[in-house]
T-cell receptor, first 112, second 115 residues
């Protein structure tokens, strides 16, 4: 069965410091991987995706993510956090069909 | 381009009542999705349409939930009768073709509270 794990419910980081939001997945085959961000009372916004190719993918707002097949991970990163990055982040996996399976989300708080 | 439109934004009803949500996807998007997001959880797919046909409704509680997309454009999701556990945010999303490689575009959702 497909599953996505975001092991941290909450991540706190100081403004200007690098941030990492972790994601691991359990899917058969070669999945498509996504990160979305959700601001209060808003829908999800697409940040970036990994389909194939280079393991480091770059996305919106300076975010990037590293795909690691051996560790089945797809961690979200940013070199320098902004207060405006504070939001709820969701990792999602598409096992190759049409469905997206989401993790439970990680709340990122960037402290000024 | 205009985003995915949903209405209403908020709805409060009593258990056993009925409720309907409306979604208008991005123009030209063939695929439309309805998700249920319970507080503290990630979105869970309820139903996926490709044009006006159902691709996947395996997670839709069909005894009380129904959805339609009659003309392959906008869609309505209905709950009848509502239960307390239906309290959630209902998100609509769309994508151009429904390929797994495409990102989905989400509306702002309808927050449903059941009293």
């Amino acid at each position: 069965a497909q599953s996505v794990a975001q092991p941290e419910d909450q991540v706190n980081v100081a403004e200007g410091n690098p941030l990492t939001v972790k994601c691991t997945y359990s899917v058969s085959g070669n999945p498509y991987l996504f990160w979305y961000v959700q601001y209060p009372n808003r829908g999800l916004q697409f940040l970036l995706k990994y389909i194939t190719g280079d393991n480091l993918v770059k996305g919106s707002y300076g975010f990037e993510a590293e795909f690691n097949k051996s560790q089945t991970s797809f961690h979200l990163k940013k070199p320098s956090a902004l207060v405006s990055d504070s939001a709820l982040y969701f990792c999602a996996v598409n096992p190759g069909a049409n469905n997206l399976f989401f993790g439970t989300g990680t709340r990122l708080t960037v402290i000024p | 381009e205009a985003g995915v439109a949903q209405s209403p934004r908020y709805k409060i009803i009593e258990k056993r009542q009925s409720v309907a949500f409306w979604c208008n996807p991005i123009s030209g998007h063939a695929t439309l999705y309805w998700y249920q997001q319970i507080l503290g959880q990630g979105p869970k797919l309820l139903i996926q349409f490709q044009n006006n046909g159902v691709v996947d409704d395996s997670q839709l509680p069909k005894d009380r939930f129904s959805a339609e997309r009659l003309k392959g454009v906008d869609s309505t999701l209905k709950i009848q009768p509502a239960k307390l556990e239906d309290s959630a945010v209902y998100l609509c999303a769309s994508s151009p073709e429904g390929y797994g490689t495409e990102p989905q575009h989400f509306g702002d959702g309808t927050r449903l509270s059941i009293l």
